[in-house]
Each structure stands twice: as C-alpha cells, then as structure tokens.
C-alpha cells in the first residue's frame, strides 16, 4: 500500500487471545496469554479515507461503536499514520470471545489487532522477531503498559519492561503442564477504576516481598509448577482493591485456602486459577461465576489473508 493508496485489496484475519497479567506480585510487569480468542477480519474498500463499517458478533455487540470510533479502527488509523501511509477506508467484522472489563485484556486483544492489521497493510512482515519487538512498543504506548499487550502478541508468558523511553519484552515458555482456570462474573470493571484505589507508596517491607515473589513466580510458572501457591502470594495491589470486587478477593482467598494458586487477573475482577489437575477443589463455591479452561496460548497474534 502507498502513501495515497485507496484502492480495494485482499482481506486478512487477525486472531488476538485473551491474557491475564500481574500473576500475583508481576504488577504490570508480567502477563501470559490465554487460549480464548478474538478475531478480526479486515480489508480496505472503496469509500472516503479514514471512514470505517464495523460489525461485532460476541463480546462487546450493541455496545461498542461500528464506525470509525471502534477502539481496532483508531489503532489501525494511528499506526497507518505513523508508518507513513493515509489510512483508507476500511470494512471490519469483529467475533469477540474475550469478555470485556472484566480482567481479561479485551481492550489489549483490539488494541493489538489495530497495530497488526496497520503493520500488514504497510507491507511490513508482522510474524518477524523486528517487527513484533516494535509492534509491541507501540501497541503499549496505546494501551499505557506492556504486560497484556507483550502477551497477546507474542504468546507465552512474557515479562514487561521500559527502557529508553521505549516499551520491551521478553517472551518465555511457560511450564507444560499449566491448566489456568478463569473465573469470570457478570460484574463488569474499569483499569482506571481499579488503579485508583492503589496507594501511592507501600512499606518496605512490601516492596521487598513483591520483589521475591516476581522473580520466584518466574520460576513458577516455567519451571516449578509446584511453587505456584507461595510464588502468587501479592501484597502489592489485590487487597487494595478488594472494596471494588469483594466476591472477587473472597473467592480468591476461599481458592487459596484450599491449596490453590490464585490470583486477580488483572485489574480484575476475574479471578485465575491454576490447580494442578485444572480442577476446582469441590467445596469451593463459584457461584455467579463463569469457570472457563482456556488453557495457554502459545503463539500469540496470527495473521493469515481470506478472499
């Protein structure tokens, strides 16, 4: 596509999964992507540039804008833009599985399919190593951190960094036998909602806690799944949000409790689990919320072209 190409091409499908970041004590540090997904297809058609028809199945319908205001359009137009290229008019279907604000990273998963889509339409190979490393500094600049954006690009278990003004990640493989569990309730929240409500300084002795236990849920979680119980332990950020999502931290605790590693994923208020065996201890009560088994996704954004 040139700077002033309008003209019709082919279409492509953008797939994003979900993600679940902060792990415990990785707060905005650490994300690892999920095995429920997102797809987006689209392509460029005649009309005026810059203008967009959107139509949304799933997570998000009736709810979300269909026009040039959908959160996927304004991040294709921005990264169109800063890649050199006047964004065109474009038609875009969306089949959404990721629930939205509830701690599953829907606003990374559409963030992430605008960057991809704006990349492959400005003739750039978005399955290379270069161009991924870059994509996910501008993906986090839009979304304001790298942990859930990092983990739907890349898949796998990533951690997040800043340096030089610009977002990093590293991606590692996380531990075969992982079986997440999410639990998800019908309470909705917002990431701005939640952040407020976090102090702005903690004890000493807090921070030097959550240190241990970043490095060591690293471990964790590709190596020694065994450690997983004490390597989620958080006095960062959960407890301080407990006001927001009280169901949420109650059944936390009640999961913890019975030996299971768990954790807010997110902002929340979906909680995570991850038993050994994928299952819930029988005198866990998760009433009012969804149990899904995703399983890991390992491979991140997929890109593939449809006629």
Do not use: K, W
């Not at 998000?60 to 991040?75: A, F, I, K």
């Not at 959404?96 to 606003?107: T, Y």
């Not at 559409?110 to 501008?138: L, N, Q």
């Not at 340096?163 to 531990?175: D, I, K, T, W």
């Amino acid at each position: 596509m040139t700077e002033d190409s309008t003209e019709a091409s082919e279409r492509v499908r953008i797939t994003v999964p979900a993600s679940t970041a902060n792990l415990g004590a990785g707060f905005d540090t650490l994300g690892m992507a999920l095995g429920l997904y997102d797809t987006v297809e689209v392509g460029v058609v005649e009309g005026r540039p810059g203008t967009a028809r959107v139509e949304v199945t799933g997570a998000g319908e009736g709810v979300v804008p269909t026009d040039g205001e959908h959160l996927v359009v304004r991040v294709l137009h921005r990264t169109l833009e800063r890649l050199g290229v006047r964004p065109p008019a474009v038609e875009m279907r969306c089949f959404n599985s990721v629930p939205h604000a509830r701690g599953l990273g829907s606003s990374a998963a559409a963030i992430v399919a605008g960057v991809t889509a704006g990349y492959h339409f400005a003739g750039h190979d978005v399955h290379s190593e270069r161009t991924r490393a870059e994509m996910v500094d501008v993906a986090a600049a839009e979304e304001g951190h790298a942990d859930n954006v990092a983990a739907c690009l890349l898949g796998g278990l990533v951690i997040a960094f800043t340096a030089e003004n610009r977002y990093g990640s590293v991606r590692l493989e996380p531990h075969p036998e992982l079986v997440p569990v999410v639990l998800v309730p019908e309470s909705e929240s917002a990431t701005h909602t939640m952040r407020g409500l976090l102090p702005e300084s903690v004890p000493h002795a807090d921070a030097a806690f959550t240190a241990g236990r970043s490095a060591l849920v690293v471990h964790a979680l590709t190596c020694r799944p065994d450690l997983l119980h004490v390597a989620t332990e958080d006095r960062i950020h959960q407890d301080y949000r407990e006001p927001a999502m009280p169901r949420s931290l109650g059944l936390l605790r009640e999961l913890r409790n019975n030996g299971v590693a768990a954790t807010v994923s997110g902002a929340g208020p979906t909680v995570l689990a991850l038993p050994p065996t994928g299952d819930i201890p029988p005198g866990v009560a998760v009433e009012g919320f969804d149990v899904l088994r995703p399983g890991v996704d390992r491979s991140g954004a997929r890109v593939r072209t449809v006629r």
